[in-house]
């Protein structure tokens, strides 16, 4: 079967397995997907969720965040980890909508990757979610794991892995993609004991019988795996 045979059945498979796949951070519009997505960096999204009814009740539009007093930012961010250098983003990204977009958040990858601490990443989490727009594909730890034992990809580098699956995807799939394959790394294939036996792609992953017969999560570019190299 070619890599792109696989996908094609995969893209049948996931919308059966997981019909309900959607960004699991909570927000209600753009502003806060995006402020929600900077504090998600080393961070679940559990938590995440946790921490934002607060900050969205204070902080209603980009002029309060750029405005907020950096330690009371901090201290409400606090347990996301990394709170400064995310307070100092938000706070930089939230003048930047203020003064150049008349406080909205704007809509093209070229603008939002142009905000003070947005990377392609973050950009792509905004407009595929609150835009609705398939710019790109998002490329967290999960959707890099199982994109490598897939082997639908062989780079480590985020926008690497995200230029190989913009080749195989097809384009309106793109977000739809990111969700399927975050919710299965979240519930089915683990970083470290993958529930291979369960899971129900196995037969259309390459890691998955090499994982079932040795017991060890092995990666691709483990030189004792199959295909490596």
């Not at 909508?97 to 947005?118: A, C, N, R, W």
């Not at 994109?147 to 195989?168: C, F, G, H, N, Y």
Request: proline share 6%.
């Amino acid at each position: 079967m070619t890599t792109r045979e696989r996908v094609a059945q995969l893209l049948r498979l996931f919308p059966r397995i997981y019909p309900g796949a959607h960004c699991e951070l909570t927000f209600k519009n753009p502003l806060q997907l995006l402020v929600a997505t900077i504090l998600s960096a080393q961070c679940t999204d559990k938590r995440v969720n946790l921490v934002t009814p607060a900050l969205f009740a204070k902080y209603r539009t980009a002029k309060d965040y750029a405005a907020a007093a950096p330690a009371e930012l901090e201290k409400a961010i606090q347990s996301t980890g990394f709170f400064r250098n995310k307070a100092k983003s938000i706070r930089a990204a939230a003048a930047k909508i203020s003064q150049d977009y008349g406080g909205q958040v704007p809509d093209t990858m070229e603008q939002l990757h142009g905000l003070p601490g947005v990377g392609r990443k973050t950009a792509n989490v905004v407009l595929g979610n609150a835009f609705h727009k398939n710019e790109g594909v998002v490329v967290d730890t999960h959707v890099a794991r199982l994109s490598q034992r897939l082997r639908l990809t062989r780079q480590v580098d985020p926008e690497k892995i995200e230029a190989d699956l913009m080749k195989l995807v097809p384009r309106e799939h793109w977000t739809d993609w990111s969700h399927w394959l975050i919710w299965h790394g979240r519930r089915r294939c683990f970083a470290r004991k993958p529930d291979c036996r369960q899971c129900e792609i196995v037969r259309l992953c390459p890691s998955g019988k090499v994982f079932i017969r040795t017991g060890q999560a092995r990666e691709p570019s483990d030189p004792n795996l199959p295909g490596a190299g």
